[in-house]
């Protein structure tokens, strides 16, 4: 199996390029793959695939680090982008589909922004970690989010060790936690918990939940938000159709495995 490793702020990625559908993918597998002792590491696989969409020729399949599907992945879109573009698969503006809709990729040099869709505003929830409640906003870019504004003080001493309880009826299938600290207007500091994946060092559809709750909270429907993650910085910015999500995305390596040779999670 051939494949190459990439990430986006630090949120890093297996790619697997799989236009004709030979490689069977299973939780196991990559699980296993992303396994930082056992296999390549990574806080999950993206999987080139063929769209059925009409409006876009790739599809990214994208799995958490777990093993499990996820519907959206901000950094993974960039990250994809940048291997259709590196490989000769496509120009600088890139149409994708992925579970959680089609979204728009412009590479521009260093650069992948991406066209992340509108959010959707679901309203206050909260987040309970070792007995202490964090009040956020809910918010879906695709995928849910969780975002909770809290001091410096708080968000780094916060334990992001194992998901933190949420209410199963409005997240059935589990959310993404973002402590976000204010630094200026425009500008906040983020730790996330990623469904599927633990603490990341970056969250793309995060950073844009986060930089459209800093917007909503300050009475504003548009704008640009500098978001910074443990692996780098982020800008979102949010106009009158949609929301944006621009950031560096780096490919680090290619390489050749085995993939009976990989050791299963214990």
């Known amino acids: 199996m051939k494949f190459t490793k990439g990430h986006g702020t630090g949120n890093d990625f297996v790619i697997i390029e799989d236009l004709e559908g030979t490689v069977e993918l ?19 696989v993206l999987r080139v695939q ?10 990214m ?16 879109v960039r990250v994809f982008a940048r291997y259709l573009h590196t490989t000769g698969l496509a ?14 990729a412009y590479v521009e040099g260093d ?12 309203g206050d929830s909260t987040a309970v970690i070792d007995g202490v409640t964090y009040p956020g906003l809910a918010i879906s ?8 504004d809290v001091p410096a003080s708080v968000a780094a001493a916060v334990d992001l060790s194992r998901a933190p309880e949420t209410d199963a009826v ?16 425009d500008h ?12 990341t060092m970056s969250c793309g559809t995060g950073a844009t939940a986060v930089g459209v709750a800093a917007l909503h909270t300050s009475g504003r429907d548009t704008g640009t938000v500098t978001v910074d993650v443990p692996g780098g910085r982020l800008e979102v910015t949010r106009d009158a159709r949609t929301s944006w999500l621009a950031g560096p995305a780096v490919l680090t390596f290619t390489g050749e495995l085995d993939p009976a040779a990989l050791v299963p999670r214990p």
């Open 91 to 104: 120009g600088d503006e890139i149409p994708l589909s992925t579970r959680g809709g089609l979204r728009t």
């Open 50 to 59: 063929p769209s059925a969409d009409p409006a876009a020729v790739y599809f």
């Open 170 to 185: 409005l997240f059935p299938a589990g959310v993404n936690v973002e402590f976000s600290v204010k630094l200026g207007e």
């Open 111 to 122: 650069l992948v922004r991406v066209d992340m869709a509108p959010p959707a505003l679901l």
């Open 26 to 44: 299973t939780p196991a597998l990559v699980a296993a793959l992303c396994d930082r002792r056992f296999g390549i590491g990574g806080d999950g």
């Open 188 to 199: 906040r500091r983020m730790r996330v918990y990623e469904r599927g994946s633990g603490e």
């Open 141 to 148: 870019m695709g995928n849910p989010h969780l975002v909770c």
């Open 61 to 76: 399949d994208y799995w958490n680090s777990d093993g499990s599907l996820s519907e959206m992945c901000g950094n993974g």
